[in-house]
């Protein structure tokens, strides 16, 4: 088991914001991927935000793209999903995910499939109101 506990949701308003942060209670954060994903009601989990284990590298649903910011702090087993300008459509459960990325030539690549990731956090729940 890897925990990954999320954090920050709420209620909202459209046009406001908020920071979804997941910690990893354990010592190997630094080797994972991790991807932000979200479960409307009646609706697939699907894709928001994926960062490599680099950092360096990140990838956005196109919906999300200039709103949604993912970044990590591995200091402090962290990441974060910034959003901002939220709309009703964001309304959703989202989810930190985490994939085993040790292979240092993987080190930049980002993972934007469900199958892709190892673990899963239990989610948080995000609601906007319009």
């Known amino acids: 088991q890897v925990p990954l506990v999320e954090s920050g949701g709420g209620l909202v308003q459209a046009g406001d914001s908020l920071r979804l942060s997941c910690l990893h209670s354990g010592r190997t954060f630094d080797s994972f991927a991790l991807g932000w994903f979200r479960q409307a009601p009646g609706k697939e989990r699907e894709f928001v935000a994926a960062?490599?284990?680099?950092?360096?590298?990140?990838d956005y649903l196109g919906s999300v793209k200039g709103r949604f910011t993912i970044s990590r702090d591995n200091a402090k087993n962290t990441v974060y999903l910034q959003m901002t300008s939220l709309e009703p459509e964001d309304t959703a459960v989202y989810y930190c995910?985490?994939?085993?990325?040790?292979?240092?030539?993987?080190?930049?690549?980002?993972?934007?499939?469900?199958?892709?990731?190892?673990?899963w956090g239990q989610g948080t729940q995000v609601a906007v109101s319009s």
């Open positions: 995910a985490a994939k085993n990325s040790g292979i240092p030539f993987l080190r930049n690549r980002v993972y934007t499939g469900t199958h892709d990731y190892d673990y």
């Open positions: 960062i490599s284990r680099s950092g360096t590298t990140t």
